[in-house]
């Protein structure tokens, strides 16, 4: 069974700084896309950073480039999503996630990714 376990989210100030973790079991996230997304209420899911399999592409949403990082980690298992100097508009809630494909529509809202993991609570407040 696959399962992506999402954590580090938490209450922070406005340009403090996070860094969410998500560890795959059952599954090689090396051969895979992997993303984080954020859903905050009343809006759809936005790609926040997405790294092709094997790290051949990268996107990022316009408004946290050059403030966030995706990198994963040397056993495969893992991805990180760093974000520094949050801000207000960067609250909601997290989801990792992975699958095949890499396109434009994937990238911007998931939509096709197979494997989700639950979400983590980022909130930005003063």
């Known amino acids: 069974e696959v399962q992506l376990q999402a954590s580090g989210g938490g209450l922070v100030h406005p340009g403090g700084s996070l860094r969410l973790s998500c560890v795959a079991s059952?599954?090689?996230?090396?051969?895979?896309?992997v993303g984080w997304f954020r859903q905050t209420p009343g809006n759809q899911r936005q790609g926040v950073a997405v790294?092709?399999?094997?790290?051949?592409?990268?996107y990022y949403a316009d408004s946290v480039k050059g403030r966030f990082t995706i990198s994963r980690g040397d056993a495969e298992k893992t991805v990180y999503l760093q974000m520094n100097n949050l801000k207000a508009e960067d609250t909601g809630v997290y989801y990792c996630?992975?699958?095949?494909?890499?396109?434009?529509?994937?990238?911007?809202?998931?939509?096709?990714?197979?494997?989700w993991g639950k979400g983590t609570q980022v909130t930005v407040s003063s």
């Open positions: 996630a992975a699958g095949d494909g890499y396109h434009i529509h994937l990238v911007r809202t998931g939509t096709g990714l197979d494997y």
């Open positions: 059952g599954l090689a996230l090396d051969g895979y896309t």
């Open positions: 790294s092709n399999k094997r790290s051949a592409g990268t």
